[in-house]
């Protein structure tokens, strides 16, 4: 799948705007620490726009094509065979990726491997259902005949993929004309929109541990003696 079509968007008036929403929102996002790890994973070239690659040292641009701001660490790799090891990034941002991946749920189960447990995961999609998106697409449509077809990403179905590896949504932010609006964790699950232009999740990796099968050695419960000096005193008494 090519990004043609994210970059073209970009250019446009309303997608000039909506490279604005998103950088403001990417700097809201990036809470953490400047000596935590960060994974960019589909290079955007404007990434100084909302991190400081001089002090975020540990952040990093993965991008198959070598996109991204020149000050980054940039790794050239497949986003579906992540070349790290498992549990290594704090934070992980997904913008514009996955909804031109051909092995985008490949590429979700590395992003799983490789983020730490507790860590949060920020992805941006476009919104299928916004017209704008599509009026763009028939503008370009030669380009994108291609790359259209079952590969934009529904929140539904963002939101099964995240329930089905552990993650738990924290947020949802709809990007508008010039305005976002953000839902907070159940109130996000049954948001729906067909005005915006894009959409982001936040989400939390979970680790549940089992609770482990312990043998039961007796099915008849006791009762425990409360004030046992108290009851030996009535026995020698008597």
């Known amino acids: 799948?090519?990004?043609?079509?994210?970059?073209?968007?970009?250019?446009?008036?309303?997608?000039?705007l909506l490279r604005e929403l998103e950088v403001a929102y990417l700097q809201r996002s990036i809470t953490v620490g400047c000596q935590q790890t960060l994974l960019q994973i589909g290079g955007l070239g404007w990434e100084n726009e909302f991190i400081d690659c001089s002090l975020y040292q540990n952040f990093s641009v993965l991008d198959a094509k070598k996109i991204g701001w020149h000050e980054a660490k940039k790794v050239?790799?497949?986003?579906?065979?992540?070349?790290?090891?498992?549990?290594?990034?704090?934070?992980?941002?997904?913008?514009?990726?996955?909804?031109?991946?051909?092995s985008r749920f490949q590429t979700f189960r590395e992003i799983e491997r490789v983020l730490k447990?507790?860590?949060?995961?920020?992805?941006?999609?476009?919104?299928?259902?916004?017209?704008?998106?599509?009026?763009?697409?028939?503008l370009d449509k030669r380009r994108l005949a291609d790359?259209?077809?079952?590969?934009?990403?529904?929140?539904?179905?963002?939101?099964?993929?995240?329930?089905?590896?552990?993650f738990e949504v924290s947020s949802k932010t709809e990007f508008y004309l010039n305005s976002t609006k953000t839902q907070q964790s159940t109130h996000a699950?049954?948001?729906?929109?067909?005005?915006?232009?894009?959409?982001?999740?936040?989400?939390?990796?979970?680790?549940?541990?089992?609770?482990?099968?312990?043998?039961?050695?007796?099915?008849?419960?006791?009762?425990?003696?409360?004030?046992?000096?108290?009851?030996?005193?009535?026995?020698?008494?008597?």
């Open 76 to 102: 050239t790799a497949k986003a579906y065979a992540l070349p790290f090891h498992s549990n290594c990034f704090d934070l992980i941002i997904v913008p514009h990726l996955l909804e031109f991946d051909a």
């Open 1 to 16: 799948m090519k990004r043609d079509f994210l970059f073209a968007y970009f250019q446009t008036p309303r997608g000039k």
């Open 147 to 166: 790359s259209w077809k079952g590969h934009f990403i529904s929140r539904g179905r963002l939101f099964d993929w995240l329930k089905v590896l552990n």
């Open 189 to 238: 699950l049954n948001s729906f929109s067909i005005t915006s232009t894009a959409y982001a999740v936040r989400a939390i990796k979970r680790r549940y541990n089992p609770i482990p099968m312990t043998h039961v050695h007796s099915l008849v419960p006791r009762l425990a003696i409360t004030n046992p000096l108290s009851a030996s005193t009535h026995r020698h008494d008597g």
């Open 117 to 138: 447990p507790e860590g949060a995961l920020i992805v941006i999609n476009f919104n299928p259902w916004s017209f704008w998106v599509w009026y763009q697409f028939f």
